[in-house]
């Protein structure tokens, strides 16, 4: 009786550590690995067959060129916390040759689980040590959602609204289409000065002009994890006299993300899933039906388990007030017959 017990104590207790491990790996362990990461040494390309771009030291234009844009992106462990990551990132486009078209470099503090910019940590973009950055600046938040998405431009130096626009497969990824639009932006450069002969009004008199984008990025993000899996860039920048009457193309080019990068980054949010199902379905759901189960075989046990007898029902006891347990009189309580004649 005392094993049957121990038993059932023993599959009571089991259950009720599985049900509160469940709760414990669904409601904690889960969330606090949702962390954008503070580690970070990685370059990607984006890539194009044919692009235009004005030489400014030859003031000559090129055009059909293959372009390559490199990005190096690192994780600064030191300045990063549980919190806040931080990331500098280089940015070099240049033709395939190696002839440098244009260049330019950020570094970026962010909440590492929504992406946001954390304004910390000697941000800077440029030339601006002080750029305030506002709005996602690597990456989208986790569970990213169909709706539009302030991303930081740092050509513009503000917050540019990337809107939702469907879902795609790439790569066997699900993913989200995002589409960010510049239109007639002024870019946040110094001005410079061009001769009249290539800004269309003749002549070697120098003008100044300013620099203007308008275009297209895309954003294919894997919704779950945030992860940008392929980025498309199809910007025409232009210069222009302050009264508009001068101007050229600076840079026309439509640049997407490399296919060996777009595998890699697919492969990453596939292993972000697999964890995502282990650590946030399997385990607790798992963990909550074996412990249910153990609960009930352990409540059963114990129902079978007969109750202890009480001391006043001891089956020694046989006589009591001279009565036998077979309802007759005791013999030795019977008085004696007296003789005959007294």
């Not at 491990?21 to 949702?34: C, E, M, Q």
Request: with cysteine.
């Amino acid at each position: 009786m005392n094993d049957q017990r121990s038993r059932g104590v023993l599959l009571l207790v089991a259950g009720a550590f599985l049900i509160t491990l469940a709760a414990l790996v669904r409601l904690h362990v889960y969330p606090s690995g949702l962390l954008l990461p503070a580690e970070q040494d990685r370059i990607t390309k984006l890539t194009t067959e044919s692009g235009s771009y004005f030489d400014t030291a030859t003031l000559r234009t090129h055009r059909g060129v293959p372009l390559e844009t490199v990005v190096a992106r690192y994780g600064d462990t030191v300045r990063s916390t549980p919190d806040v990551a931080v990331w500098t990132e280089f940015v070099s486009l240049a033709t395939r040759d190696g002839r440098r078209v244009d260049y330019h470099e950020r570094r970026a503090a962010f909440d590492r689980r929504t992406g946001l910019a954390v304004n910390c940590c000697e941000n800077y973009v440029d030339e601006n040590a002080n750029p305030a950055p506002r709005g996602l600046v690597f990456r989208w938040p986790f569970d990213a959602r169909p709706i539009a998405y302030q991303v930081y431009d740092p050509l513009v130096r503000r917050p540019v609204a990337a809107r939702f626009e469907g879902i795609e497969t790439l790569y066997g990824v699900r993913v989200n289409r995002y589409a960010q639009r510049l239109v007639n932006e002024r870019l946040a450069q110094q001005p410079m000065e061009l001769p009249g002969s290539v800004l269309g009004l003749g002549g070697a008199r120098p003008f100044p002009v300013n620099a203007y984008v308008e275009g297209t990025r895309t954003f294919w993000v894997e919704p779950e994890s945030g992860m940008v899996i392929g980025f498309r860039e199809n910007l025409v920048r232009t210069l222009r006299t302050p009264d508009g009457r001068g101007r050229l193309v600076a840079l026309a080019a439509d640049m997407r993300t490399s296919e060996g990068d777009e595998r890699w980054n697919a492969g990453e949010a596939e292993q972000f899933g697999r964890w995502t199902t282990l650590v946030n379905r399997v385990v607790p759901l798992s963990c909550a039906v074996l412990g249910a189960l153990l609960l009930v075989a352990g409540l059963r046990v114990q129902a079978r388990v007969p109750a202890p007898a009480s001391s006043g029902d001891d089956p020694g006891e046989k006589e009591e007030d001279g009565v036998s347990d077979d309802g007759g009189t005791d013999a030795a309580a019977a008085p004696e017959p007296r003789p005959a004649g007294d």
